[in-house]
């Protein structure tokens, strides 16, 4: 049997309405748990670009990709490794302010890339960036203080080669 490994797939589409439902619904079809969706304008103007983080096997991987690039709306689908990309995440974690000049959280914060970007008198939120296990591992350590609320965005990512994505779109505009 294949062995299973994190992909994330870029999908460059047309902006149109239900668009991720159709793509969402391919990965339902094959019973892939998506793991991170994130969707944004792309670089190219009209083009939106959806990533989807998923764990399969590599012969499943490309025939998902390719199911996607048959949705008219798209205009091309990728899958990458976690070695061929860049990537990071963003969480936010609310805190009573009653812990905020703690010492231990300060000094969570140092090694996290995390900085406080809001004070009230009932509460403060952190703000942190970094791989999955980063901020697996600040949830971990600022649970004992009585998170308020938590929530963290999908993954977004970049190439490390260059994409022939930017050639071919450029053919539309």
Do not use: C
């Amino acid at each position: 049997m294949e062995e299973k490994q994190n992909f994330t797939v870029s999908v460059y589409t047309e902006n149109n309405v239900g668009i991720l439902n159709r793509l969402s619904a391919i990965f339902l079809k094959r019973h892939i748990n998506i793991e991170s969706i994130t969707s944004s304008k792309s670089e190219i103007e009209d083009v939106h670009r959806f990533t989807f983080v998923v764990i399969v096997s590599k012969t499943l991987i490309r025939k998902v990709v390719g199911q996607l690039e048959k949705q008219i709306e798209v205009i091309r689908a990728f899958y990458h490794t976690e070695d061929e990309i860049i990537y990071h995440e963003t969480a936010l974690f609310k805190i009573s302010s009653k812990h905020l000049y703690d010492e231990s959280i300060q000094n969570k914060m140092k090694f996290r890339r995390a900085h406080v970007i809001a004070i009230t008198e009932n509460y403060f939120v952190i703000e942190a960036s970094g791989f999955k296990e980063d901020i697996d591992n600040m949830y971990e350590k600022l649970k004992p203080y009585g998170l308020l609320q938590f929530v963290r965005s999908g993954r977004i990512a970049i190439t490390r080669p260059k994409m022939a994505i930017s050639e071919l779109l450029q053919e539309f505009n």
